[in-house]
């Protein structure tokens, strides 16, 4: 339905003239009979006051399918670093709703779950600035310091908080419900060698191996298995014969960088984030293996080097995926601005 129409039939819906809207809305009644004969269109800035005036929301307006209305509300988590309450409102009652339904339960369900996600983050990144602050203040206080913790996920010493017991006990339960699928498997696995559970993480692996077919995945896991292990030499030389198996796999290289970087193997691991990054064929390329050599120019102090990959990042997401302002554009800005800060 076309825009003027909606609002029509809106209008007689809650029982108001041509005029009493226009008052309303601060406007001369020649403009809504304008756009209700779809002579004009309304100002996008009374767009917020019309939905509050017919008690709907700014999408009802346009009276858009379902799909759309999901499409619009990813395209607004993925541009937006905090949404506004009575947006955010919006959107959950909207995907409250939706679950119920048949065709769209799986979408909304993982929007909701994003939704909640995106709200956790902009106010975990408030916990963030805040309790630096605190701590500044008083750095003998442990309440801020576990604030900061919980918020940035920094390490922590406690082995009955720190480990992934829970983490591991639901891909277990979800592994046993869908043995077919692989990927549980693999989560599973990362939790398992995480905590240096390595009996069964070599089991799971064998059952993973049976699942799918992907020898250099497989060959990542054992080298780590190994370096659970405590082993470092054998799980170098896996990795080592992988790479020299396979030279121009990016896939491959990025495993290696990563296993290096874990090591603190930087001159290595950044070796071989820039060739994953040089082989990769698919575009628009991910900006992952430029975040881990970042990082490692962080690590050693480097902040120029470091502002310099920021600049490499910020190319990538402008040129090849054709970013102007999303969250990901904004925080390699963001990064680049505090690393040149601290330079100065």
């Known amino acids: 339905m076309e825009l003027g129409k909606k609002i029509r039939q809106l209008r007689f819906k809650a ?28 100002d996008v800035t009374l767009l917020p006051l019309l939905a509050e005036i017919f008690g709907v929301s700014i999408d009802d307006l346009f009276d858009l ?18 949404l506004p309450q009575d947006l955010f409102w919006e959107y959950e009652e909207f995907l409250k709703a939706q679950i119920s339904s048949e ?13 909640y996600w995106h709200r956790m983050n902009a106010y975990a990144q408030k916990v963030r600035r805040y309790a630096k602050d605190a701590i500044r203040l008083s750095p003998d ?12 996920g920094h390490a922590v010493w406690d082995w009955n908080v720190a480990n992934h017991t ?67 030499p054998a799980a170098d030389r896996i ?7 396979h ?27 820039e060739r994953s990054f040089d082989c990769e064929k698919r575009r628009p390329r991910f900006q992952d293996q430029l975040q881990g ?24 997401l402008r040129n090849e995926w054709g970013f102007t302002e999303e969250n990901a554009l904004r925080h390699a800005q963001d990064e680049k601005a505090r690393l040149l800060d601290e330079i100065s």
């Open 239 to 245: 990795m080592e014969e992988l790479v020299d198996t």
């Open 103 to 115: 065709q769209h339960r799986k979408r909304a369900t993982e929007l909701i779950a994003y939704l």
């Open 141 to 152: 206080e442990k309440g801020c310091q576990w604030m900061l913790q919980m918020a940035e």
């Open 293 to 316: 050599i970042a990082c490692i120019h962080q690590i050693r102090g480097d902040r120029r080097k470091a502002a310099e990959t920021y600049d490499r990042i910020i190319d990538l």
């Open 166 to 232: 829970a983490a591991i006990d639901f891909y277990r339960e979800l592994v046993g419900k869908h043995p077919d699928s692989a990927l549980p498997y693999a989560y599973l696995l990362d939790n398992l060698i995480a905590d240096h559970r390595v009996e069964e993480a070599e089991k799971v692996l064998a059952r993973l191996c049976q699942k799918r077919s992907k020898p250099i995945a497989n060959q990542v896991y054992r080298a780590h298995i190994a370096l659970a292990r405590f082993d470092e």
């Open 65 to 82: 399918t379902t799909e759309q209305r999901l499409n619009r509300i990813e395209n607004r988590l993925e541009t937006e670093e905090e």
């Open 15 to 42: 029982g108001l003239t041509q005029e009493q809207l226009a008052e309303k809305l601060g406007i001369v009644p020649q403009s809504v009979s304008k756009w209700e004969n779809a002579v004009a269109m309304p």
């Open 247 to 273: 030279p121009d796999d990016s896939a491959c290289l990025f495993e290696a960088a990563q296993y290096f970087a874990q090591k603190c193997d930087y001159e290595r691991a950044i070796a071989y984030y």
